[in-house]
């Protein structure tokens, strides 16, 4: 099976077509035919043969594994629930693993570390955002987690015009347009899923975080936005408590905090495999080289960029009018100033 996301094309490999079809499941619009592999992953439904191993000294540990390095081979270790090995030489990775929820986290998280890498070498841009369209404009709306970007989308989807986008980070051109990306929209309220038909939905019982609902974006297959678009309007969203929501037009700088935390530095996204399969923590803390790029590529975003401040409230049927008349305000032509 073949993913081709945005250029990168990689290769998954399992003896068993039920878990290759749920491994690729949020990877469903960027299914290829045919292509060049620069990546091959091959996922393996055993104990990970520790036997089989070199004899190796832990590099780092975090609280979910080990990594182990050599010049050679890197393995991450998840204290013997599983596995994940790479091969410098061959550019190829094997995840070990008996546990159908481990091996579909693995995947997805080593597939978005990969990707990572590509989009910095290819000086695109990762951000950490919901993001729709609406009459061939990009909206982004970087939220923090957990503050309700998959409810604002699943709301949104509701509303005539809108495409989905990205639910939960939109990718940015080399010259600052935004592409689509979507994979799946998730959500720990099992209760949001029970108007999608059952096909559309599935659980993953993650390592750290348990259980999570899952979306199929297919669901919405007629509301994905498939275009780069140009014309990009950014938004930082702020909640506020028995608050009214509101849109209103802001400079750019009062976004470059955002841009920062979301784009540039990507906190929100997960780049956890993407530090362990390059290099060292420490050497990854002296690559200024990335920033500088990303900051590059965020600044051609930002230039071409309108830009606005949405205050969310808690209620989202609100949220949602709001947002549903500021975009369809967009296009209506200014009032005509009264002469003197």
Known sequence: MLISLHGLVIECTTASAALEAQLVRPFGLFLAQAGTPEVRITIVETAPPYDRFPQLEASFSTPRN??????????????GKGATVEDKTRRSFTIYGKDGNFL???????????????????????????????ADKAILMPIPPGGGKSTMAIAMLQEDGFRLISDDEPIVSRNGAILPFALRIGTLDKSKTEAIPAEFVYSIDRMEFGLKY??????????????????????????????????????KRRVLKSLFRDAIIGVGLYQGLEFMFSHSVWSNVRQL???????????????????YEFILSGDVGENRRILGEFARGLDRPAPERPRS
């Not at 669901?219 to 930082?236: P, T």
Request: hydrophobic content about 45%; charged content about 25%; proline content about 2%.
């Open 104 to 134: 579909q986290e693995a995947f997805y998280l080593l597939v978005l570390s990969i990707f990572g890498q590509y989009c910095d070498r290819h000086g695109m841009l990762r951000v950490h955002a919901m993001a729709l369209s609406y």
């Open 289 to 307: 080289a990335t920033l500088a790029r990303r900051s590059r590529v965020a600044w051609k975003m930002l230039r071409r960029a309108r830009i």
């Open 66 to 79: 080990i990594v182990y390095d050599t010049r050679e081979y890197k393995v991450v270790d998840y204290f």
């Open 214 to 251: 899952f979306i199929d974006v297919r669901y919405w297959e007629s509301r994905l936005e498939q275009r780069a678009l140009e014309d990009v309007i950014y938004m930082a969203a702020r909640r506020v408590l028995n608050g009214t929501p509101s849109i209103r037009a802001i400079p």
